[in-house]
């Protein structure tokens, strides 16, 4: 059991370390800290990168119900379990058992099917803490604990918040095939001065937001949008796609400027087709 709390700055080192094993992972770390994004990218460095990566959230999922079309749909690839810390003490016995025995049990009219994944799983909770409570099943927190990588809360490591900015903007200008913007200094000295509640992932959506509000090639604090009205936590605690993300400030504005569209688009920089296109989509209501 090897555990293993990077900086953020050796996040990526790391997991490309641990790519190159094919042992299970556990990744341990609060809301925002980047988990799932860790995991496709520990999937995307392995020998098992041509694969699939199956996300399996255990919220909503029942784990014992489904087994087989899980592990059958990962097949040769990685299962990724989000939120194993919500498992049932009865399906992590059955995790268990499949792992150990690295076969499926079909009905009695079938022969037991191998199965051939990595498990990557996840907790917002410190696993040997949930064992020692009796919460979790300490065979299973062995098994799946290989490697333990404990991402930290951005808090702990404010220094690298630039830096981390400039890699998001970077990224979203590339997808977007968008001329690379470039963080003024009292933009900087707005995004040290807060504290990131939802972590990485806090960050990263407001660092779109402000890609998309910001005119020219400078992002200036004007563009950093930290309290408005439409940067609520309900926004930031639920991942979204970047065009739900635009609709919904869109939206705000079509509120503020009495549905003119026109008015509207420009001051986004956008076509007017772009905001009746999510109109039509039903993504956005007008008042």
Avoid: W
């Avoid at 509120?255 to 076509?271: M, Q, W």
């Avoid at 087709?273 to 039903?282: E, F, R, T, V």
Wanted: hydrophobic share 35%.
């Amino acid at each position: 059991m090897l555990e293993i709390k990077p900086k953020l700055s050796y996040l990526k080192a790391i997991t490309q370390e641990i790519s190159q094993e094919d042992s299970h992972v556990l990744i341990e770390g609060e809301v925002g800290t980047g988990k799932e994004y860790t995991a496709i990218n520990i999937h995307r460095n392995s020998i098992r990168k041509n694969q699939p990566f199956i996300t399996v959230n255990i919220n909503t999922i029942l784990l014992a119900r489904n087994k087989n079309s899980y592990f059958e749909k990962a097949f040769g690839g990685t299962l990724y379990l989000d939120g194993i810390e919500n498992l049932e003490l009865a399906s992590q016995e059955d995790l268990f058992q499949i792992l150990s025995s690295g076969k499926i049990d079909l009905n009695k009219s079938q022969t037991d099917k191998l199965i051939d994944v990595r498990i990557i799983a996840s907790s917002k909770k410190n696993l040997q803490k949930e064992a020692e409570k009796g919460l979790f099943l300490p065979h299973l927190y062995k098994t799946l604990s290989p490697f333990i990588l404990k991402l930290p809360p951005l808090r702990e490591y404010n220094s690298e918040i630039i830096d981390l900015s400039e890699i998001f903007i970077l990224e979203y200008c590339k997808k977007n095939r968008k001329p690379i913007k470039h963080l003024s200094q009292g933009a900087k000295e707005i995004l040290l001065s807060y504290n990131y509640p939802q972590n990485i992932r806090e960050l990263k959506a407001i660092i779109e937001l402000s890609l998309m509000m910001s005119e020219g090639q400078i992002i200036y604090p004007e563009d950093i949008y930290l309290k408005q009205n439409f940067l609520k936590e309900d926004l930031l605690s639920t991942e979204r796609t970047l065009q739900e993300y635009e609709a919904m400030i869109i939206s705000y504005f079509l509120r503020k400027y009495d549905n003119k569209v026109y008015y509207v688009a420009d001051k986004l920089g956008i076509s007017k087709n772009k905001i009746y296109s999510l109109i039509n989509q039903g993504l956005i209501k007008r008042d």
